[in-house]
């Protein structure tokens, strides 16, 4: 039986190779399934494109954001339309089964980890049966909402599917904007977060236990991954691959010891109080170039109120010790959680600018169901935006006493105020190549910094 798994297209500046569809895809095929992966973002593929494709396919699995459940709602109903049945599973879903499976006309959505729970779907559909006895397989009828199964040994999972999500294959807007070196590839070496910060969507789709792969399992991917993609740079996607410090250590020491040219970032973030200086040493020493670090806030009451549980010495700390040790440092701030006031901003912006960080991302506070603030504001009324699909470039709540389009005003004030001082500025222009203009432009459009939007064709 042929499956598609779809990662759709939606309005944003950054493509990049979809872990979790790869992944599925490998498991899938390791099982004798015959799979093809549709990604539509990187083909900036129309829905109509989309469901085309699909023609001949029994079942469409989609991945889905919040930030793009317009876009998998049309699609739903489209390949609905032509008789494909629809599983959808990612954060959204994970988060709020019973409303995606209504709002799409889904047939069926995964709640959590999605290779286990898809390959049941995918072999009780070709035998004509219901999957729906399956944890975490969720369909209209549910009484009881379950999580999926994980996945107790990560090694044991195959690689994701590379052929069909070749890194060569995309467009040069990648995790971080401006980076050292195409190719590159994503890759994550844990699943899973322990921590419990409120505004974080981690958990909805991993739960807080950390599952870690085998150092030896990494390598070995990075090895493929430059062997048979030219792969030159890699992307570590982990909520926190310094949380186990020889985990790291020996993936470090690995890429060392089988002399792999790479470089290699950590755009998605590190927790400021994981790295010492001698675990960063390593860390450049293997290719380490850039370190993005969790921080959200220049203002220690709002920090403790989403309990990121991390104080304002430690991440100037792990900042300075990482420039110190030659590597660049990004942070990232979020304007608009709880007790925000403009002159919290105004302490966020100085902060940032007193650290020795060479980048800085101010994002607006995105609600995301199933986290606590969610949880919390939920119903409380302050929401100014009820269309998700642009959550991320206007704030999808405020607190009390300041106003959306001022948050938004503030973001653009507090990047500009940030990246037009002469090192940063440099630092950022000499990395920027030429096919890298139009997603640089587009990223700041959407920041507010340039006042238009590109229409998308
Ligand atoms: C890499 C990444 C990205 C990449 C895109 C990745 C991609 N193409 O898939 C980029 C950098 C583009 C990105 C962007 C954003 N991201 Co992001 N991202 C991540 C990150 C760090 C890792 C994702 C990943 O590759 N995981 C590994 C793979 C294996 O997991 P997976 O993709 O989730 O897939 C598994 C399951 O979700 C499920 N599954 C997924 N799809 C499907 C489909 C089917 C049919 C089934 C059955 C199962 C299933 O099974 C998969 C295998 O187990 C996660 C954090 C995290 N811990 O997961 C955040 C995360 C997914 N991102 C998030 C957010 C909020 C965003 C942004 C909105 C942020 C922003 N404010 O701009 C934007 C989206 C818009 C934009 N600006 O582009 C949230 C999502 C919450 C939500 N409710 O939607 C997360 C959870 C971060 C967080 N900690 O809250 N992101
Ligand atoms: S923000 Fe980072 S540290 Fe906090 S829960 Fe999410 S992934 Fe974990």
Not at 12 to 37: C, E, N, Q, R, W
Request: charged share 25%; hydrophobic share 40%; aromatic share 8%.
């Amino acid at each position: 039986m042929e499956i598609a798994l779809v990662y759709p297209s939606y309005e944003a500046h950054l493509i990049t190779p979809p872990l979790g569809i790869g992944y599925m895809a490998s498991f899938l095929k390791k099982h004798d399934h015959s799979v093809k992966i549709i990604d539509a973002h990187n083909l900036n593929l129309s829905p109509e494109q989309v469901t085309r494709m699909c023609g001949g396919v029994k079942v469409a699995g989609i991945s889905c954001y919040t930030a793009f459940l317009s876009e998998v709602t049309d699609l739903s109903q489209r390949l609905k339309e032509r008789g494909c049945m629809v599983v959808l599973g990612g954060p959204h879903p994970s988060a709020l089964p019973r409303e995606t499976l209504s709002l799409t006309g889904a047939d069926y959505v995964v709640v959590g980890e999605g290779e286990n729970a898809l390959l049941h779907i995918v072999e009780k559909i070709a035998k004509g049966e219901d999957p729906s006895d399956f944890p975490g397989v969720i369909t209209s009828t549910t009484e009881q909402i379950t999580r999926a199964p994980l996945v107790e040994d990560l090694d044991s999972l195959p690689f994701p599917d590379w052929k069909s999500i070749d890194p060569r294959m995309y467009r040069k807007a990648p995790h971080g904007g401006v980076i050292k070196n195409f190719p590159v590839a994503p890759l994550t070496t844990s699943r899973g977060c322990c921590f419990e910060c409120a505004f974080c969507g981690s958990s909805v789709i991993w739960g807080r236990k950390v599952r870690f792969r085998s150092p030896e399992n990494v390598v070995d991917e990075i090895d493929y991954l430059v062997r048979d993609f030219g792969v030159r740079e890699i992307h570590f996607e982990d909520d926190n691959i310094t949380l186990k410090r020889a985990h790291m250590e020996q993936i470090a020491s690995l890429i060392l010891e089988r002399r792999i040219a790479i470089s290699w970032a950590c755009p998605n973030g590190v927790r400021v109080e994981s790295v010492d200086r001698d675990l960063l040493r390593l860390m450049k020493k293997s290719g380490c170039y850039l370190l993005a670090f969790g921080i959200e806030s220049g203002n220690q009451q709002i920090l403790d109120g989403i309990k990121k549980n991390i104080s304002l010495e430690t991440a100037e700390r792990a900042v300075k010790m990482a420039h110190e040790e030659g590597i660049m440092t990004q942070a990232f701030f979020i304007l608009g959680l709880p007790g925000e006031t403009e002159k919290t901003v105004e302490e966020t912006l100085a902060y940032a600018k007193r650290l020795p960080l060479d980048r800085a991302q101010f994002l607006l506070l995105d609600m995301l169901p199933g986290t606590a603030l969610y949880e919390e504001v939920k119903g409380n009324g302050g929401w100014v935006l009820d269309k998700p699909r642009k959550s991320f470039h206007q704030a999808a709540w405020v607190p009390p006493g300041l106003q959306g389009k001022e948050l938004e005003a503030m973001r653009a004030r507090a990047f500009l105020s940030f990246h037009l001082r002469p090192r940063q500025f440099l630092n950022l222009a000499k990395c920027i190549r030429l096919s890298q203009v139009p997603f640089i432009i587009q990223r700041l459009v959407d920041y507010g910094v340039l006042p238009w939007r590109k229409k998308r064709g």
